[in-house]
Nanobody, 124 residues
Framework: QVQLVESGGGLLQPGGSLRLSCAASGPIFSTTAMGWYRQAPGKQRDLVATIDSGARPTYADFVEGRFTISGDNAKNTVYLQMNSLKPEDTAAYYC??????????????????WGQGTQVTVSS
């Protein structure tokens, strides 16, 4: 199965910046998209940003130009640069990978994978 390793979370003050990284590994045949979601305590998991294999990004409205997603297709890695962070950005951030893996038959099988989550806390 595809495994995702995230890094970059932390505690910082409002207005600060943080960069999250996520690397996918495993029997990847092709990658459709990678992205970031976040979940605050007691709330649903929401999309933050995604980037597809053509490097086309999609952002949630609440990003408001503060975050930038980028990726390295060759390394199956995605980054999220977050600037002007607000207390309401506090959440566990989860990396998501969508694509196909080589199945037992040798043919590609569509699937997705999630990282374990990295905590981002914005507080004064």
């Amino acid at each position: 199965q595809v495994q995702l390793v995230e890094s970059g979370g932390g505690l910082l003050q409002p207005g600060g910046s943080l960069r999250l990284s996520c690397a996918a590994s495993g029997p990847i045949f092709s990658t459709t998209a990678m992205g970031w979601y976040r979940q605050a305590p007691g709330k649903q998991r929401d999309l933050v940003a995604t980037i597809d294999s053509g490097a086309r990004p999609t952002y949630a409205d609440f990003v408001e130009g503060r975050f930038t997603i980028s990726g390295d297709n060759a390394k199956n890695t995605v980054y999220l640069q977050m600037n002007s962070l607000k207390p309401e950005d506090t959440a566990a951030y989860y990396c998501n990978w969508r694509g196909s893996i080589r199945g037992a038959s040798g043919y590609p099988v569509s699937t997705d994978a999630w990282g374990q989550g990295t905590q981002v806390t914005v507080s004064s």
